[in-house]
Every structure is written in C-alpha cells, then in structure tokens.
C-alpha cells in the first residue's frame, strides 16, 4: 500500500533554549504556507499563505474527565522538527503515485501530551497526541479558526446531504448554525481555504459553527456520545439519539486523535488534485488487498427495476436480477447491486422468497460478476458474525450499509468495526446515509466507496432534486473530503423547466451529456450506472463510453474550473485520456487547450457534446470524432445544465 521508494528525512534537535521559544515558526517546504505556534497561557497558532495572513491567533485545546486542560498554560519541554519527502503508491485512487512532502514539528509538553504539526505546500494539519496510562473521557475539543475577514463561505447545513449554503464567516443567524466537513472559505482575493479531517478514528466528527460572540471566528464542535437512542427517521431505520452524555468521546489515554486540516488553493482548481485528507490517514491495516477491486455498479433501486421489453415481470425476483448479471457480464460491468427487498430490511437472514439470493450469486460468479447486498446498518450490527459468514459462504462481493445518518463516536466506531470484520470475509463496503471520508479508506481499502452526498437518488423523492448549481460545487468541497458516490448515469434527463420529482420513473435535471461527464469530473472507485439495463441497452454509444471509463486513476489534470460556475478536468488511465466538463443552470463554451496529450502522438478524440436542442430536449447530444494531438484546442459548448465528455485514445 505504501511504497517508499524515495525517503529524504532530516532530523533537526534544536537547541534546549530555542525549544522553549514562546512563538515557533513552522513553513512549508516551498515556504508559502507559514505558520507560528504560540506557546504561551493558551496555545494557540496564526497562518499565512503567499505573504498574506489569514488566520490570526486561534487557540486549541482539550478538555479531559481526568482534570488535564490540554493547551492552557502549557509547559513546553521540547520541539523536534522533521522534513519528510517519499512516494506513495495507492491501491487505487485519482493518481498511481502521491508525492508527499512536509516540514513536521512535534511539541512535547510535561502535562502529558504533544501536539503534531505538520506543514505541506497544499496545507496544514495538527493534532494532538496523548499519553495518560488510565481511560478517560473527552469532555470537550477547542478548534478556533480566527479568520481576519468576513469572508464567504459554503456551509452544508445537514450532517451529509444537501446543497451548500454560501453565506459570510459570521452570518450566525443563519439556521441551523451548522456545517458538516468540508467548509470552503473564499477569500476577496479568490484564495481558497478548506477545513476538514482526517484519521477520524474511534472518535466523533468535526463540525463547524460561526462564532455567535466573537466575529470572523468559526468553531468546531463534536456531537456528544449517545446515552439513549431508539429507532426512528425514514422507517425507523436509524437509531436516533435521545438523551447524550456529558461528554464527546471515551478512549484510551494513551493515543493520536484526528487531524485538524487547513488546506489552501489558490486556483479553484487546485482543489481537484489536493489529496491531503488520504496522506493524513493511516496507513492500511490490511496485510492481504489482492481481492480489492474498484470498479463499477449497476444499480436496481434508482431506476425502480424498470426493465422494458423483456418477457417477465421486472421487480425484486430471481429473473430480474439474472437480467441485471447477464447485462453486467455482456458490458464488463465488475457488480451488480442488490437494494432494498432481497431479504427483511429489520432482519438480513430472513431471505425475500421471491429472490433466491445464493442462487443469484453463484450465477453471478459464474458469469464474472461479483454481487452487493443493501443492508440497513443497525440491522448488520445485529446480525454482523452470522450474516458475513453466510455472504462469505455464498461468494457475495460487497454490501452497501445504509441509514447511519450520525457522526457521533458510536457510529465512527461502528463503521470501523465492519470495516474489519468485512476485510476478514473478503468484503468490499459502501457506505450510504453516511457522514464526510476522513481518509479511512486508506487505512481499510475495502471501503470501497461512501455516499456522504445530495446525490441523483434526491431526484426521486424530493421537489428541489439534486440540480446542476448543486453538481458544480460538490468537486472543491464534498469530492476534497474523498471518494463520491453520487450515482450517476441517468438517460431521462430533463431542463429546469421540465423536470419535476418523480418516484418511480426518476429524471435528472440537466443534460445528458452531463450525466455522462460525471464519470470523469466525479471520482468514485465504485461508481454507480443508475439506469435500467434495458435503458442503456437502447443507447449503445452511451453504454460503450459508460462501461468502458475506468473508476481507477493514473494521473489528473484539473483545466478551467469555477467554483459555483463550471468544473473540467482530465484524467488518464494507461495511454488513454478522459475529459469531462459540467455547467450550472447557465449555458457556456469552454476552450480546452489539449497540453495535457502527450507530445508526439496522435489521438482519436471521440466527443460526447450537447446536441443543437439540448436546451429543450435534454437528452439530446451529438457524437463526433476527430484526430487531435497536443497542443490543440478544443471549443466544446455547453447547453444549460449541460456538459461534455471526451475519450482520447492513443493511435
């Protein structure tokens, strides 16, 4: 998982008085990114980024059932500092290689505890590491951002699942005076400031509020540990909580908490190629990956199983499903997804009779295609050792754990906990109804994927839907948090004017070329085909740039980016190169220059672009080809909503 293939590490003592320096001065190794430490009553840091400050003095701290008041009036004993630079190699990912480079510092106090500094040309991050012999609790977390502005920011007032709310740093009067992670902070200088976490383990989540006191300020705050929950939400799916303790988290006293990241850009996209949240999370715990496989899914829940012309009736059945396999195997589709009906939603071992499930996975197997079973998450916790036990007996590939819609510490530690239990039955993980990644799918590869997102499915039960000004914004905030499993693929796409909600016979609003370059724009290792088989069946150029995109990248370029406006990027798999570009609600050309190609060769560029009447007919696109090489521009209009998406083949 992680090979250092090239390690550079220089260890720097520095001397006894410099360690006892009030103010320590930490940069980045192109030395952009300055930050200084203050050592004094309360512990506190101030940032600035290209010779300009943007954090002042904002404290950190922890609050312990033990009496120990992390950050205040600290004793600093020592201050040891490290440069670090090696290649990374992921599993999978947006690239085959990383290069990580930072400047570590590492402050040791007498009360016990250290706080971990490390600085990166992309950003920073802390945390604070203890060493108390005896359990205790975590009363509480003291996370400042102390901005120097007003500046705007994106806010995504629900725990994982809505559109952003752009507002000012201290318009606390908004309800709720919440965000989940990441927040975005748009400076007047257009520089780009993200807040998130990484190596969230056995711990609550970060979340964010605007200070009601002191302004500019925003605060992090954690969900406190559930004391009470009973069923309750969408079909009493979800353990909610009803009465919560005093306190955040109980833990060893003895570890290393998450880290607090401050990431910078300073070009929208920038963003797109920013992976910090996986360098900062552990390393894989798995000692044996070679049965993880990214890929994709198709899926029966979001198209209803709304096979047409096929001679049985489509639903929740053994033929279906058979349908559903014999399509994935005919189009190199790796999965197929088993959603809500094959067994009890309360119950995971009483089987559905109307689908032999052992039977669908042995014809699965048969045919090259692996399985996903849908599962509601507190009916997997009740039945985890005997239901993974009879999944690994029948050869299923994945399941898809939904309906956890809380980041408390429960929770987090939940998710763990399957993720190992799964790993011991070779299964992959989907998490939907799920909080923001924090990198955990570095540390347990087998989570294949995680939801976290308003996605597609929002275009089936909710009036507002999932719109194209929601589909530009997710690539600079939700996607820098990890993998997204939006689902796309929709072939019954609609213009604002047209559209409305629909269960059973979803749309998507936009365009469908829009709908075909989220396969590029959107990272997802297991990414979702959203539409009926038999749907793609009848658009066979559609179904051969679908099936054929990888989910699993080399290298990516980001290209001209607009935060709220516009999103391209390239991305290459072996010598091939895709490319694809979505717009909000406003139409638009692009002008891509083709730098990215590699010099010297000779490209087949096939062209997905938005037909002459896509503004009325949505799904109306044209397919064109052309040779190009590098160097060339490509001019490619987009309708409303609309979008594009290119395949470069090397010749």
């Known amino acids: 998982m992680n090979n250092k293939l090239s390690i550079q590490l220089l260890l720097i003592c520095w001397s006894f008085q410099h360690a006892l320096a009030k103010d320590v001065l930490i940069s980045s190794p192109d030395k952009k990114i300055k930050v200084t430490v203050s050592v004094a009553d309360q512990l506190s840091y101030r940032v600035s980024y290209a010779d300009e400050t943007y ?28 440069t670090v630079k090696r290649d990374i ?33 992309e950003g920073l991050a802390y945390r604070f590491v203890t060493s108390f012999p005896e359990d205790l609790q975590v009363i509480a977390e003291r996370n400042e951002f102390q901005f120097l502005d007003n500046h705007t920011a994106y806010f995504h007032p629900v725990l994982s699942e809505s559109d952003y709310r752009v507002q000012k740093i201290s318009d606390r009067k908004n309800k709720p005076n919440y965000s989940s992670l990441p927040v975005l902070v748009k400076t007047a200088n257009g520089t780009n400031i993200l807040i998130h976490e990484s190596d969230v383990l056995n711990y609550p989540c970060l979340y964010i509020a605007s200070d009601t006191i002191n302004p500019n300020r925003l605060l992090g705050k954690h969900a406190a540990y559930p004391k009470r929950v009973q069923p309750g939400g969408y079909m009493n799916y979800n353990l909610e909580v009803k009465e919560s303790e005093k306190y955040i988290a109980k833990t060893n006293g003895t570890r290393a908490f998450p880290w607090r990241i401050i990431a910078f850009a300073k070009e929208d996209k920038d963003i797109l190629s920013n992976q910090l949240v996986y360098l900062l999370a552990s390393e894989s715990k798995l000692t044996d990956v070679s049965w993880i496989k990214p890929g994709k899914v198709i899926w029966d829940w979001w198209n209803a199983t709304n096979l047409t012309g096929v001679p049985f009736k489509s639903g929740i059945n053994t033929q279906t499903y058979r349908y559903f396999i014999d399509f994935a195997a005919a ?47 507190q009916a997997l916790d009740q039945k985890m050792l005997p239901a993974m036990a ?62 976290g ?199």
Not at 55 to 82: D, E, F, H, R, Y
Not at 105 to 119: D, E, G, H, P
Not at 557 to 568: D, K, M, T
Not at 587 to 592: K, P
């Open 453 to 651: 997102v308003k996605g597609l499915e929002w275009n089936k039960f909710d009036t507002a839907g999932a719109s194209p000004n929601h589909a530009v914004n997710l690539p600079f905030i939700r996607m820098f948090a990890g993998p997204m499993d939006y689902t796309p693929g929709a072939l019954s796409n609609f213009n604002k004017k047209d559209w409305k909600q629909v269960m059973d016979r979803p749309m998507s609003q936009g365009t469908r070329c829009q709908q075909l370059a989220m396969y590029v724009v959107y990272y997802a290792p297991l990414q979702m085909l959203a539409d009926a088989p038999t749907a793609y069946e009848k658009e066979p150029n559609i179904l051969k740039f679908i099936s054929g995109v990888p989910t699993n990248w080399d290298s990516v370029v980001p290209l001209e980016n607009s935060i709220g406006n516009y999103v391209s990027v390239a991305r290459r798999k072996g010598s091939n190169w895709y490319l694809g570009a979505i717009t909000n609600w406003d139409a638009r050309s692009l002008e891509i220059k083709l730098d990215f190609l590699e010099e010297g060769k000779k490209y087949t560029a096939e062209i997905f672009a938005d037909g002459p009447n896509a503004e009325r007919v949505s799904s109306d696109y044209i397919l064109t080809k052309r040779e190009v090489k590098k160097g060339e521009l490509l001019k490619i209009a987009m309708a409303p909503g609309g979008g594009f998406a290119v395949k470069f083949t090397f010749k």
């Open 331 to 377: 189009n190199g589709i790796e999965y197929v997804n088993l959603d809500e009906g094959w067994s009890n939603s309360y119950d995971l071992l009483k089987l559905n009779p109307d689908v032999n499930v052992e039977e669908v996975v042995r014809y699965a197997k048969s045919k090259g295609v692996g399985i996903f079973l849908w599962c509601m998450w």
């Open 89 to 121: 190699k992921p599993l999978y990912g947006i690239t085959e290689n990383i290069t990580e480079w930072y400047n570590e510092t590492i402050f040791q106090f007498k009360q016990n505890y250290a706080v971990v500094l490390r600085v990166y040309n």
């Open 55 to 82: 954090l002042g003095s904002s404290a950190i701290g922890m609050l312990l059932s033990n009496g120990a008041n992390l950050g205040v009036k600290p004793t600093l004993t020592s201050v040891k500092s490290q």
């Open 390 to 451: 009879l999944f690994e007996k029948w050869g299923v590939a994945g399941l898809k754990v939904d309906f956890m819609d809380r980041d408390d510490q429960v929770v987090v530690e939940f998710q763990e906990r399957i993720l190992k239990e799964a790993a011991r039955h070779r299964l992959l993980v989907n998490y939907h109804g799920a909080y923001h990644p924090t990198g955990i799918q570095r540390t347990y590869p087998n989570h294949i994927n995680v939801e």
